[in-house]
């Protein structure tokens, strides 16, 4: 049975938590495997609607484990919070488990977070301020500290007694000069770990021993591909690998052991923080799609810029996560626009680039060259068919799906369970491309400063 990998494609927020929720009738496991409480996935159960920040989407099945893998860096208030939320609407969070490995956001993340940016003035990242970077970078440094020290007060307190006197010493020459004592933290720590205890697991082997008897284990990514570390236009980026391979190093399954993944993006874009953003829509047109795809922030309420699809980053974002399908939010959002803009390409210093620039200053310097399609004026919520929808909303999706070269076999025409249109049967591995690769030879397509 397989192992399932739920990957963004843009810049986060293209409705992960629906296409996992939608998903997750057929698994018995959900794993999150990176990221932390940066992540805001929003489930629509009738009236209801559920905010998650840590615990995978899957949760709201009765019959599904929930792991939170090693890769996740994990505010402990944050996930006491959502448990309890979750608990109080009579959602069972018994099966819920989180990796002994993972490692602490502790409160001195959390200043350091804010006070970094604080500094950057106008060239702060606009981070979500929940601590993700600096807990990152302590577990890279090997300062960390990890889950397992919430219940184990002597190794918490001198791990931590060997960190705090450099935070405050750093945070002393940052804005806002927050300091923190050890005893007030320890307890806090323990508090914490009395009552996560219940839910602290070796997951890796959690996760294994399912696939291992045939379970089908569903890995929700947190972010997305274009706010990769790795991939995204680095420093505008967030501190972990979204991407399918992070499913691998932060959920604890081998590569071979991933036998689909399904790309999730949106019918337009939207990116939250600071970096460039060619194809940001700054007028009416782009205030009315904010306004009907109700583009704010689910975790820190700031308004999300928005802009038309981008299918030079798409196709570097099918590569590198092997995606093998995908599935297309926010149709809906799109009805009621006279004329709709897919960017193909960019023009760069006077020339056509089809490839993904690997750097910031590349892309801030892109312009887009747009494909325009007719729009259509109905709205779409009650199709459950490609045939029910408009013609020019099947002529648009059907150029997404050339534009990413793998089949979209799910669509989304409003934020509820039962508004998807299933269109074909899932491929499990990834098919030959349905669209010739971007010209990379050519010196029309090649970006600048590539070598000839
Ligand atoms: P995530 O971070 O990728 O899980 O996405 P968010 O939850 O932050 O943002 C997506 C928002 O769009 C949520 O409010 C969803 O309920 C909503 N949503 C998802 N799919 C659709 C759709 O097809 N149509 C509409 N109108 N809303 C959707
Ligand atoms: P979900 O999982 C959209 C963005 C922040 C900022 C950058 C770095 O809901 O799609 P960080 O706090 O991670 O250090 O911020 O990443 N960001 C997100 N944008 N959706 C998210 O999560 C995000 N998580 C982080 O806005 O630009
Ligand atoms: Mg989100």
């Not at 920040?53 to 860096?73: A, F, T």
């Not at 190093?249 to 990116?271: C, F, H, N």
């Not at 669509?411 to 030959?432: C, K, L, N, Y």
Request: with cysteine.
């Amino acid at each position: 049975m397989p192992a399932t990998v739920i990957v963004g494609l843009q810049w986060g927020d293209e409705g992960k938590g629906k296409t996992t929720d939608f998903l997750a009738e057929q698994v018995s496991m959900a794993v999150r495997y990176q990221g932390g409480d940066n992540a805001g996935h929003t489930v629509v159960l009738g009236d209801e609607v559920f905010k998650l920040h840590l615990v995978p989407s899957g949760v709201l099945y009765p019959h599904i484990s929930c792991v939170i893998g090693p890769g996740v860096v994990v505010n402990p208030a944050t996930l006491i919070a959502e448990l309890d939320m979750l608990a109080e609407r009579g959602i069972d969070t018994s099966k819920v488990r989180v990796s002994r490995n993972a490692h602490l956001i502790l409160p001195y993340h959390v200043a350091q977070d804010a006070a970094m940016e604080a500094r950057l003035g106008g060239n702060a990242v606009g981070t979500t301020h929940r601590g993700i970077g600096p807990a990152y970078a302590d577990r890279a440094l090997r300062i960390g500290l990890r889950v397992e020290d919430l219940v184990d007060e002597r190794s918490f307190r001198a791990r931590l007694a060997r960190v705090l006197p450099d935070k405050n010493a750093l945070l002393a020459r940052l804005p806002g000069d927050e300091q923190f004592e050890l005893e007030p933290l320890v307890a806090l720590a323990m508090a914490w770990g009395q009552r996560l205890r219940p839910h602290l697991a070796d997951t890796v082997w959690l996760v294994q021993d399912a696939l291992a008897q045939g379970d089908h284990v569903l890995l929700e990514g947190a972010q997305g591909t274009l706010l990769d570390l790795d991939h995204g236009s680095y420093p505008f980026v967030t501190s972990s690998n979204p991407i399918a391979g992070g499913a691998c190093t932060g959920g604890g399954i081998g590569p071979l052991q991933v036998d689909e993944v399904i790309g999730v993006m949106k019918a337009y874009s939207t990116r939250v923080g600071s970096g460039p953003y060619p194809t940001e829509l700054t007028d009416a047109i782009g205030a009315g799609i904010a306004s009907r795809g109700n583009e704010v922030g689910t975790t820190t309420g700031r308004p999300r810029r928005v802009g038309w699809f981008d299918a030079v980053p798409l196709r570097y974002a099918v590569a590198v996560n092997s995606a093998s399908s995908i599935m297309l939010n926010k149709l809906d959002i799109l009805s009621g626009i006279d004329e709709i803009c897919l960017c193909v390409a960019y023009e760069i210093d006077g020339r056509r680039v089809e490839a993904w620039p690997s750097s910031a200053e590349q892309l801030a310097g892109a312009t887009p060259i747009y494909e325009r399609f007719p729009g259509w004026s109905e709205p779409i919520h009650a199709a459950r068919t490609l045939a029910e929808l408009p013609e020019n909303a099947r002529r648009y999706v059907s150029a997404l799906e050339t534009a990413a070269g793998v089949p979209i076999v799910l669509v989304s025409v409003g934020p509820e369970r039962s508004q998807t249109i299933e269109r074909a049967f899932r491929p499990m591995r990834r098919r030959p491309s349905l669209a010739p690769a971007p010209n990379l030879g050519s010196a029309s397509s090649r970006g600048p400063g590539d070598l000839s």
